[in-house]
């Protein structure tokens, strides 16, 4: 069964840093390449990142673009995202999927970032 276990997410003031974890399981994590995607509050789902199976290749929306890093480690089969100079508009839902496009027929329960003074 394939499981997806966000983590990370919390209440930050604009400016401030979080890292998010993807902890993943059930299939072969270091052979897909994995994404992050995110859903701010009435609005539907964003790509933010992604990243390629071994690690080399990395993308990133604009919107985040110099201050969001994308990592993976395959020898935990986890994911991360570390977020800078966070903004109110970076808020949301944010949600690891096994793929780079961020489309996947699995989904975890995310984890909520909160940017707000």
């Known amino acids: 069964e394939v499981q997806l276990v966000e983590s990370g997410g919390g209440l930050v003031q604009p400016g401030g840093s979080l890292r998010l974890s993807c902890a993943a399981s059930g299939f072969t994590f270091r052979t897909y390449a994995m994404s992050w995607v995110r859903q701010a509050p009435g609005k539907g789902l964003e790509w933010v990142s992604g990243i390629s199976s071994g690690g080399a290749g990395t993308s990133y929306a604009d919107s985040v673009k110099g201050r969001f890093t994308i990592s993976r480690d395959n020898a935990k089969n986890t994911l991360y995202l570390q977020m800078n100079s966070l903004s109110p508009g970076d808020a949301g839902v944010y949600y690891c999927?096994?793929?780079?496009?961020?489309?996947?027929?699995?989904r975890g329960q995310g984890t909520q970032v909160t940017v707000s003074s």
């Open positions: 999927a096994n793929s780079f496009s961020g489309s996947s027929d699995y």
